[in-house]
C-alpha cells in the first residue's frame, strides 16, 4: 500500500492512504437503495472522482474544502480514475501532512508578479486613476496576492488572482498602444488592475486559502458590485473627479460583458468594452492551459463544463 500517493500518479489498481481535500460532497442512493457518498478529492495535483460505497457516515457537503485520511483503491469509470475508498475520516490535530502537497498555487513567482503590478500601476500617467489604484491595493493587495480568482472553472488555486490580473494588465498595456487613438490607457490599466478586487469578499475560504462557498455578500451582491464599492469609496476619500470615479466604477460594473454573464450592466465606454473581452481571453486561455496540461498529444479532453465542449492537444 502506498502512502500519500499524489493524484497525478495514480494509475488503476493502486492501492493508498493519505491525506487529500474534499472538493465536494454529495450523499445519493444507489440503484439497489443503498447511500454512498460521491466525491471529489484533490491535492496540488489534481482532482479525482471518489465513491463511498454502503455508507452511513457524517462526512458531507459541510466538510467541503476541508482535510480527509483517505484509505482506498484506484479504479475506473467509463474512462476515468475513480476512487473506491475503504476508510475516510476527517484530518486530526495530532496527523502529520504536508499542507503544500495538498493546496494547488499559480505557476508564478508572487513577489515579482506583485512587483511588475506595481510598475503598471506606476506607470499609469493621470494622476487621479493611479491614486485610486494605489489607494484600493495598499488596502487589499494581500488578498489580491494570495487568494484564487475563482472556486472552480479558472485559475482556483493560491495566487491565482494575482496570476489573472496580471495576465490582464500585461494584454491591456499592449491593446491600449494598439488603440490609442480610441482607448484611455490610464483608464484601461485603473480599471483592468482592480477588476476583480471584490472577490476578496465575495468568497469564503479554508485555512488553506481555498475557496468553499460564497459568502451572503457575494451571494447578494456579488464582486462587480461590491469591487465597484470600493472604488467609490476610494475616489470619495481622494476627491477624485466625478466623472472619471463613475468611469472606473462603470469599468468594474461591466466587466462581464453582458447580462446573462453576470454584468451589472453592459459597457458603454470602449475602455470598459475592451475590459469585458480581455476578461474573457484570459479566463478562456486558462482553462485550455489547465485542461490541456494532462493530455498527451492527439488526444481530445472530457467534455469541459465551461466551454460546452471538448478540446485538442495537437503536437
Excluded at 34 to 63: C, E, Q
Excluded at 112 to 138: G, H, N, T
Excluded at 157 to 177: E, I
Aim: aromatic share 6%; charged share 25%.
Amino acid at each position: 500500500m502506498e502512502q500519500d500517493l499524489s493524484v497525478s500518479d495514480m494509475r488503476v489498481g493502486d492501492t493508498f492512504e493519505g491525506f487529500y481535500i474534499l472538493r465536494s460532497a454529495a450523499a445519493k442512493i444507489s440503484s439497489n437503495g443503498k447511500p454512498f457518498l460521491s466525491a471529489v478529492l484533490g491535492d496540488a495535483t489534481g482532482d479525482v472522482d471518489a465513491k463511498v460505497w454502503d455508507y452511513h457516515g457524517s462526512i458531507g457537503p459541510a466538510d467541503e474544502g476541508q482535510v480527509l485520511k483517505i484509505r482506498g483503491t484506484v479504479t475506473e469509470f467509463r474512462g476515468a480514475l475513480q476512487v473506491n475508498v475503504d476508510k475516510i475520516r476527517l484530518a486530526e490535530d495530532g496527523d502529520a501532512y504536508d499542507p503544500a502537497s495538498l493546496v494547488p498555487t499559480a505557476p508564478i513567482d508572487p513577489e515579482a508578479s506583485w512587483a511588475e503590478l506595481l510598475k503598471f500601476v506606476d506607470s499609469i500617467a493621470d494622476p487621479d486613476y493611479r491614486a485610486v489604484c494605489r489607494d484600493v491595493l495598499q488596502r487589499h493587495g494581500e488578498a489580491l496576492r494570495t487568494i484564487p480568482a475563482a472556486k472552480s472553472v479558472h485559475h482556483s488555486f493560491l495566487n491565482g488572482l494575482l496570476m489573472h490580473t496580471l495576465n490582464m494588465v500585461r494584454q491591456a498595456d499592449l491593446l491600449s498602444t494598439l488603440y490609442a487613438g480610441t482607448v484611455d490607457r490610464s483608464l484601461l490599466l485603473a480599471g483592468t488592475c482592480l477588476h476583480d478586487i471584490g472577490k476578496e469578499r465575495e468568497f469564503l475560504f479554508t485555512e488553506l486559502g481555498l475557496v468553499t462557498e460564497y459568502s451572503v455578500s457575494g451571494e447578494l451582491l456579488g464582486h462587480l458590485v461590491m469591487g465597484a464599492g470600493e472604488v467609490a469609496e476610494a475616489a470619495k476619500r481622494l476627491g477624485t473627479p466625478e466623472e472619471k470615479a463613475v468611469l472606473l466604477e462603470h469599468m468594474l460594473l461591466s466587466h462581464h460583458g453582458e447580462p446573462e454573464f453576470g454584468a451589472a450592466v453592459r459597457p458603454m465606454c470602449a475602455e470598459a468594452e475592451l475590459l469585458s473581452y480581455i476578461d474573457l481571453i484570459d479566463s478562456r486561455m486558462e482553462i485550455y492551459r489547465e485542461n490541456l496540461e494532462p493530455l498527451s498529444p492527439g488526444q481530445f479532453s472530457q467534455r469541459i463544463f465551461a466551454l460546452d465542449k471538448k478540446i485538442y492537444k495537437h503536437g
